[in-house]
């Protein structure tokens, strides 16, 4: 089993910055991709960024060029610098470990973005 804890989330004003962490524990050996999702009220859960094990990232097209992902393998730990926040990036933001055949999930951190 893995164990993800976000942290990082919080009330930012638009074109602010923010930076997520997400740590992860147990079976980390496992884990081929991290990934980064989110959460809008009333919206179906998005794609933001992906991360391989070999440090190759994705970028839904509404992040590129503002959002960053990054690891640190030495801590088990995956990074989103979030950088020119829009309102439209508040949601709730899921920290993913995806290992075959289960994905893990973390709680969850809340981003706020006022306008």
């Known amino acids: 089993q893995v164990h993800l804890v976000e942290s990082g989330g919080g009330f930012v004003q638009a074109g602010g910055s923010l930076r997520l962490s997400c740590a992860a524990s147990?079976?980390?050996?496992?884990?081929?991709?991290m990934g980064w999702y989110r959460q809008a009220p009333e919206k179906q859960r998005e794609l933001v960024a992906t991360?391989?094990?070999?440090?190759?990232?994705n970028y839904a097209g509404s992040v590129k060029g503002r959002f960053t992902m990054s690891r640190d393998n030495a801590k088990n730990t995956v990074y989103l610098q979030m950088n020119s926040l829009k309102p439209e990036d508040t949601a709730v933001y899921y920290c993913?470990?995806?290992?075959?055949?289960?994905?893990?999930w973390g709680q969850g951190t809340q981003v706020t973005v006022s306008s």
């Open positions: 993913n470990a995806r290992t075959f055949p289960v994905d893990y």
């Open positions: 147990g079976s980390v050996f496992s884990i081929s991709t």
């Open positions: 991360i391989t094990r070999g440090g190759t990232t």
